[in-house]
């Protein structure tokens, strides 16, 4: 199971840096852009021309899943979309093609419509704090007095939220309507903790735990009395899978492309390959989405990541082309004879 499961993980790392290295970043995220643009309006026909199929009806009841399984599927999907049309506005808006496109305003607002219409909580959350990041690059590009502002006030706002979850956890998440076990969410990451520590330096195998019926995960079935698919929470996913050898070395390459990404922020490339990978790990606190084969979001976060580790900062005053495909992937420059 493992060995077949990690040849498909390894396709799908290889199709995410494939993307990474094939044309230059703003051509591969417009490619994307275009897909999901079809996905959104394939999702709005299933929703008003099939209801009965595009929106729940039992569980949920009412909630837009379009063609995916759950509502919750539909709302990350179209979070992810929104982030990356938004960026879309911004970086192809600054090429002369770009001003004239309104396909991505249009995505923007279908994907927006699609968030609402799946009432999925977390998906508003992952959409709209991106959104303040972009408002505080904005203001922090404009002076160096005004960086620095933004820059302690986002550290203020930061603390004051932490402040708040810690001394009001109950008010907050009954905001979102949640409860302190993120509907149900805690008791499986306390079994799944145990898992790991019982295993920590190989974990149960890659992909091999919630398949076998009869294996520990009929432990975590006859604790909670349900079926349980998955850890919901991608690192203690990894943690089952790899033990604390392989969640290590995950949480290292993540921690080290999102500060690389705020060096690339500084240049041309703006604040969205950051923003990017920020959101990948928001859902990934609640969803088991990251490091699995032949996913979407597995892809995308494979892709973002393999940029951000290859990609070269552009200074601001450079007149190299934004966003280009990392050095070593270009076409070689041809040498003028004598």
Request: charged letters at 15%; a positive charge.
């Amino acid at each position: 199971m493992t060995q077949r499961r990690v040849i498909a993980l390894s396709f799908t790392f290889m199709f995410g840096f494939y993307l990474a290295i094939r044309a230059p970043l703003l051509d591969t995220l417009k490619i994307v852009g275009w897909a999901w643009a079809t996905i959104c309006v394939l999702n709005l026909l299933i929703i008003f021309g099939v209801p009965q199929a595009g929106i729940h009806s039992e569980l949920h009841h009412g909630a837009w899943r379009g063609y995916l399984i759950e509502k919750n599927h539909l709302g990350g999907e179209m979070a992810r979309a929104n982030l990356l049309f938004l960026a879309l506005i911004f970086l192809d808006g600054r090429t002369e093609k770009g001003k004239r496109k309104n396909i991505w305003w249009i995505g923007l607002g279908l994907s927006w419509l699609l968030i609402l219409g799946s009432t999925s909580k977390t998906a508003l959350i992952a959409t709209t704090l991106p959104y303040i990041g972009v408002l505080f690059y904005q203001i922090a590009i404009r002076t160096p007095v005004l960086g620095l502002i933004a820059f302690w006030a986002g550290i203020s706002l930061t603390g004051i939220a932490f402040s708040i979850l810690t001394f009001f956890p109950e008010a907050v998440v009954a905001l979102i309507g949640k409860d302190l076990t993120f509907t149900g969410r805690t008791d499986i990451w306390a079994i799944v903790i145990e898992l790991i520590n019982q295993n920590p330096l190989s974990g149960f195998g890659y992909g091999a735990f919630w398949v076998t019926e009869n294996g520990p995960v009929s432990y975590i079935v006859d604790r909670l009395q349900w079926e349980v698919p998955t850890a919901h929470n991608s690192w203690l996913e990894i943690g089952l899978d790899l033990g604390y050898p392989g969640l290590i070395l995950i949480i290292c390459v993540t921690l080290f492309a999102l500060l690389k990404a705020g060096v690339l922020a500084t240049g041309k490339h703006g604040p969205f390959l950051f923003l990017f990978v920020i959101q990948m790990v928001m859902f990934s606190l609640s969803e088991s989405l990251l490091m699995l084969q032949n996913t979407h979001a597995s892809a995308l976060f494979f892709f973002y990541i393999s940029y951000i580790l290859v990609a070269k900062r552009v200074s601001p005053e450079s007149e190299t082309p934004q966003l280009s495909a990392p050095y070593w992937a270009q076409p070689p420059r041809t040498t003028r004879k004598r």
